[in-house]
């Protein structure tokens, strides 16, 4: 099963050196009833909550080299209401995407630890768009950063859709989001992606592309 998930981080401070952090904390949020815990080995535990009919999966990992817990919240329309509701406040956003395909706790594990791997390479990534019919668009990033481009895009490919963060030249961090719709949608249904402003009107974002993540038009 394959799931995308975001998430948070927290320090270990706040644990007592002799408790197992995975073990001994609670995940708990307000209107949300906690239907499913296992704990799949020391360093992660799966729960599932339910809202309104709805389920929503939640990994805590242990990552022992950070000395952090990381909560892994399964993207959808029931993200935001949990993380609003969170009684824990030792959680931030990372914003920060993967999809976690394995069953097993171990390959579970790999995979989370493969998506947490840091890079001292440069991974500046600049997207120029259209600004209008027939103009050209360029893609210019650093080598990890084209390589992290065509990984999302994979990801995309197999799983529908696809959030990555870069970043440009000057650090100031944005949301790439991926979608690779089917056949059958209309793409007439969404704005042309042109921005040259004296001449198209405001460009809304194509929400309608977009099923998992919750994008304001």
């Given at each position: 099963?394959?799931?995308?998930?975001?998430?948070?981080?927290?320090?270990?401070?706040?644990?007592?050196?002799?408790?197992?952090?995975?073990?001994?904390?609670?995940?708990?949020?307000?209107?949300?009833?906690?239907?499913?815990?296992?704990?799949?080995?020391?360093?992660?535990?799966?729960?599932?909550?339910?809202?309104?009919?709805?389920?929503?999966?939640?990994?805590?990992?242990?990552?022992?080299?950070?000395?952090?817990?990381?909560?892994?919240?399964?993207?959808?329309?029931?993200?935001?209401?949990f993380m609003e509701n969170l009684k824990s406040t030792d959680f931030s956003g990372f914003h920060y995407d993967l999809?976690?395909?394995?069953?097993?706790?171990?390959?579970?594990?790999?995979?989370?630890?493969?998506?947490?791997?840091?890079?001292?390479?440069?991974?500046?990534?600049?997207?120029?768009?259209?600004?209008?019919?027939?103009?050209?668009?360029?893609?210019?990033?650093?080598?990890?950063?084209?390589?992290?481009?065509?990984?999302?895009?994979?990801?995309?490919?197999?799983?529908?859709?696809?959030?990555?963060?870069?970043?440009?030249?000057?650090?100031?961090?944005?949301?790439?989001?991926?979608?690779?719709?089917?056949?059958?949608?209309?793409?007439?249904?969404?704005?042309?992606?042109?921005?040259?402003?004296?001449?198209?009107?405001?460009?809304?974002?194509?929400?309608?592309?977009?099923?998992?993540?919750?994008?304001?038009?």
């Amino acid at each position: 099963m394959s799931n995308l998930y975001w998430y948070s981080r927290c320090p270990l401070s706040f644990m007592s050196v002799n408790q197992n952090p995975v073990t001994n904390f609670k995940i708990e949020a307000k209107g949300f009833a906690l239907i499913h815990e296992n704990t799949l080995s020391p360093i992660l535990k799966e729960c599932v909550f339910t809202k309104d009919e709805q389920k929503i999966r939640i990994y805590l990992y242990l990552n022992e080299n950070l000395e952090e817990l990381i909560l892994f919240v399964q993207e959808g329309l029931l993200k935001e209401a949990f993380m609003e509701n969170l009684k824990s406040t030792d959680f931030s956003g990372f914003h920060y995407d993967l999809f976690i395909s394995a069953i097993e706790p171990e390959a579970i594990i790999k995979e989370i630890e493969a998506a947490l791997l840091i890079t001292e390479e440069p991974d500046h990534l600049h997207i120029y768009g259209q600004a209008s019919w027939h103009q050209d668009a360029f893609i210019v990033g650093h080598r990890s950063a084209l390589t992290q481009l065509r990984e999302a895009i994979d990801e995309a490919i197999e799983h529908g859709e696809k959030r990555e963060v870069f970043s440009p030249v000057d650090g100031e961090g944005y949301n790439l989001y991926i979608s690779c719709v089917d056949d059958s949608f209309d793409l007439e249904e969404i704005d042309e992606p042109y921005h040259d402003p004296d001449i198209f009107e405001k460009r809304k974002p194509p929400a309608k592309a977009f099923k998992l993540y919750k994008i304001e038009e």
